[in-house]
């Protein structure tokens, strides 16, 4: 069974820095693709990031420059690193592996940029 659990998240000022762990259990997960989604109150979830199994990596433009993906196979996690976060950051962050025609999810983990 596939597991995905999120870690990380919290409240940061403007400026400051996070970083996102997901931690996947259930299979070997390096032949797929993991990502980080964001949803904010009242919007559709996007993707912030994405990565490969052989490491390509993808960034919505509104993150380019300050976030950072990467992942370690040997322990099934993934990483967002985000620096010089901006209140318009906001947004409960989820972490994303699609395996064939199944999209799994984490539960979620809530991050709030504000002073």
């Known amino acids: 069974q596939v597991q995905l659990m999120e870690s990380g998240g919290g409240l940061v000022q403007p400026g400051g820095s996070l970083r996102l762990s997901c931690s996947a259990s259930?299979?070997?997960?390096?032949?797929?693709?993991m990502g980080w989604y964001r949803q904010a109150p009242g919007k559709r979830r996007e993707l912030v990031a994405k990565?490969?199994?052989?490491?390509?990596?993808n960034y919505v433009d509104s993150v380019k420059g300050r976030f950072t993906i990467s992942r370690d196979n040997a322990k099934n996690t993934v990483y967002l690193q985000m620096n010089s976060l901006k209140p318009e950051d906001t947004a409960v962050y989820y972490c994303?592996?699609?395996?064939?025609?199944?999209?799994?999810w984490g539960q979620g983990t809530q991050v709030t940029v504000s002073s």
């Open positions: 259930g299979r070997d997960f390096r032949l797929y693709a």
């Open positions: 990565i490969t199994g052989e490491g390509s990596i």
């Open positions: 994303n592996v699609g395996i064939y025609t199944v999209n799994y």
